[in-house]
């Protein structure tokens, strides 16, 4: 007893106690030891604030941190949320357009009621933008076969030639534009009588977006600014079909006037095409109308 009595820990631990129950009396109101506790008090004060000051930092900072991660992937998420918002907005623009576009197409197949109308997107433009082949997503499986017919027209949502369907496969077809060096179309001035001509790709000219007009006779006046459609001649192109205008005329050589042409049609910035198929009643009439005529002919 008496070693526990001199221990150090056991003075200490009767001190803790005493003093703990002094400050707990002296908090009564009205106890007479609150002035005797003031001191023990003051002492004991800075402590518990500095204690209380720490452990509000820490859990402040504990506050932080996960606060943080929060708010990163909730920002995360939001702009995800906001991308996807963006691609659909963007998508349903882009489908809103295409709509409107082949809605304002099916005056064409009133234009020319003699023609079945298939739309086809581009799918690429060979080699470079404008004056290459261009493969679109609509070939035989969809009517559209060059074992009926040696080629089709092509136009534009405006009804503007773009150019001609040179090889069909089952889901897809190959686009002669007219830019290209190998692409030539019999056409005419848009007006009663008007000047007859040949309107072709160039090698040099499809730099500018131009093509060169030929064959036009020396005794026909074409200016610039007049406006070329097709003839209808050959029987590969429908008669009217808006081809370009005039950009300049060269009459230097009497005995070959030759004119460049600006196509109506911006090919680079296509998206649809327009392929004009005859109906089969449409070739059976013309059929028996080449029959009649070379009837005519011989019996002449």
């Known amino acids: 007893m008496r070693k526990l009595l001199k221990s150090k820990w056991f003075i200490v631990l009767v001190t803790v106690l005493i003093l703990i129950v002094v400050i707990f009396i002296g908090i009564i109101p009205g106890s007479p030891l609150r002035n005797i506790s003031k001191p023990v008090t003051s002492l004991v004060s800075p402590i518990q604030g500095w204690v209380k000051s720490a452990g509000d930092t820490l859990t402040d900072f504990k506050a932080a941190i996960f606060d943080g991660v ?13 991308a996807q918002l963006q691609y659909e907005l963007t998508q349903n623009e882009e489908a809103a357009i295409r709509y409107e576009e082949l809605k304002d197409a099916l005056h064409i197949k009133d234009a020319f009621s003699n023609y079945e109308i298939f739309g086809a997107s ?9 004056f290459s082949v261009i493969r679109v997503g609509c070939g035989s499986s969809d009517g559209v076969d060059l074992d009926v017919f040696e080629s089709y027209a092509v136009v534009d949502v405006e009804m503007n030639l773009v150019g001609r369907v040179i090889e069909t496969g089952n889901d897809e077809s190959k686009i002669l534009p007219l ?16 000047a007859t001509m040949v309107v072709s790709g160039d090698s040099e000219l499809k730099k500018s977006n131009l093509c060169l007009v030929t064959g036009i006779s020396a ?3 074409i200016e610039p600014g007049d406006e070329i459609v097709t003839t209808g ?3 590969l192109f429908p008669e009217g079909i808006p081809v370009g205008t005039i950009v300049s005329v060269d009459y230097s050589n009497p005995m070959s006037v030759t004119a460049t042409l600006e196509p109506y049609s911006d090919i680079g910035s296509l998206k649809d095409v327009f392929i004009m198929v005859p109906t089969e009643e449409y070739l059976e009439a013309e059929a028996e109308a080449a029959e009649e005529t070379a009837e005519t002919e011989e019996a002449q």
């Open 179 to 194: 830019l290209h060096e190998g692409f030539s179309v019999s056409c005419k001035v848009n007006e009663v009588n008007g």
């Open 233 to 235: 001649d050959g029987g």
């Open 219 to 221: 005794d026909m006046v």
């Open 70 to 82: 929060a708010i990163r992937e909730e920002n995360e998420s939001l702009k995800e949320e906001m």
């Open 122 to 130: 581009i799918l690429s433009r060979e080699a470079d933008e404008w």
